[in-house]
């Protein structure tokens, strides 16, 4: 008959303990993942506030300071005080010379956004020194206001002031207004399209067709799509309907906007 074979075991408070370090360093582990988790929650969350609405705080702020940094004359009042209608001229417009980049060429309004502060028009639409800084910015190369051809504008949709926040709303013939220092020029909105950021085809001097000489004077906006998004572009198209000296007094698109105070042409927020 065999000796039953004696297995050693350590006393129970040694395994007791050995399980409870286990437990300590396995709860530690834990601790220090969780705490680092809030810590990465906390600056995605700080990053998102920072991105979606400090930016706009901020880009609103500075445009406006840009508009009223432009320092255009506001159009004469009518004899009695209100507001002066400037009559439609169809004849041919002046167009300024194409300026340096990140200088200012003009502001942009629309009818359709009511409520919104003027925006600036910027040479050039790179991000780091136009688009994120200054807000609207324009396609070098493309037609100057006024100009034959295709006067193309780029903006943010959101975060930086998002300038073109609201580019969905705007609606076949809507008024698209575009005022240098002496002169108004009025475009109509003639056509919407989702394109891909390679289709570049949108800004050519006749939109959309390759090679093809302008008789036409056009403006086009493009813009982020869909919403928080890169994947495609956002684009308006528009033809001019007339231009008038700003001496004459104001587009009587805007003049109801201007008299009740929703259109500030001084540049501040209403």
Known sequence: MSTPRVVA??????????????????????????????????????????????????????????VREMD?????????????????????PPVMEEPGHAEQIAHFMTPRWAGEQLRPISQGTDRPTVLDVLGIGHYEGTAMPGGVGNFALAGHRVTFGKPFNRIEELQIGDALIVRTKDTWYVYKATATEVVLPRDVRVIWP????????????????????PMFSARERYV??????????????VPAEIADAVESGQLDLSGGAT
């Open 236 to 249: 308006v198209h528009g033809v001019l309907d007339y231009w008038a000296p700003v001496a004459d007094g």
């Open 206 to 225: 006749v939109p959309n067709q390759e090679g093809v000489e302008p008789t036409e004077r056009y403006i086009t906006l493009t813009t982020c799509h």
């Open 72 to 92: 255009f004359a506001p159009p004469p009042p009518a004899d009695d005080g209100g507001v002066r209608i400037a009559e439609p001229r169809r004849d041919e």
């Open 9 to 66: 075991r350590p006393p129970t408070h040694v395994r007791t303990a050995g399980r409870s370090r286990a437990s300590r360093l396995v709860y530690g582990v834990i601790g220090v993942i969780g705490e680092l988790l809030i810590t990465i929650g906390i600056l995605l969350l700080g990053f998102l506030v920072w991105q979606l609405w400090w930016t706009d705080v901020e880009g609103n702020a500075v445009q406006a300071e840009i």
